[in-house]
């Protein structure tokens, strides 16, 4: 190292980072196929760079070790969205996963409730949790539970009638 001894570690980090940004996206931008992932994953890679600078200041080539990580950080993202896609094509599937035999979608029905109240009643009645079961899945004490069981069928109640 020879001028960069000189400096700060903030400052080694932000010349290295005006020299080579530009050509870094630009290249990783090609291989990963969007402009915007690969500025995520370089911009990623130049602050663990700065958080990890007394090792990485001493490295022979401090830029190619920001490149492996963006690299690396890309393999992620593309790895992430093979399995979102994915799941996203099973839940496309047209066969409902969850047949409830009732006379209307329940899920529509349950939607109307807020989260904690479609949760407990959930857990309460349709997985057939007792209120101290369901107290512990949600994390949250058995009281509440009663209390958003009692809002959840009070919020049903209309919504109930309408469909049946």
């Known amino acids: 190292m020879s001028e960069d001894q ?28 969007d402009v915007s992932v ?26 190619a070790w920001v490149r492996r990580v963006a690299i690396n950080l890309i393999k992620d993202h593309h ?18 996963c969850v047949q409830t035999g009732l006379p209307f979608d329940l899920a529509a029905v349950l939607a109307e409730l807020s989260f904690r109240q479609r949760m407990a009643v959930v857990l309460h009645y349709l997985d057939g949790l007792n209120v101290a079961e369901t107290a512990a899945a ?11 069981l009692a809002r959840g069928r009070e919020g049903l109640r209309p919504v109930l009638e309408e469909q049946t």
């Open 38 to 63: 690969a500025e995520d994953a370089v911009q990623e890679a130049f602050a663990r760079a700065h958080i990890a600078w007394r090792k990485v200041g001493h490295y022979d080539d401090p830029v």
């Open 6 to 33: 000189t400096l700060r570690p903030s400052e080694s980090v932000e010349v290295m980072f005006r020299a080579s940004y530009r050509s870094l996206v630009g290249s990783l931008a090609v291989a990963a196929g």
């Open 138 to 148: 949600m994390g949250i004490s058995e009281g509440s539970v009663k209390t958003h």
């Open 79 to 96: 790895r992430r969205e093979s399995r979102r896609r994915t799941m996203l094509t099973r839940l496309a599937d047209p066969e409902p």
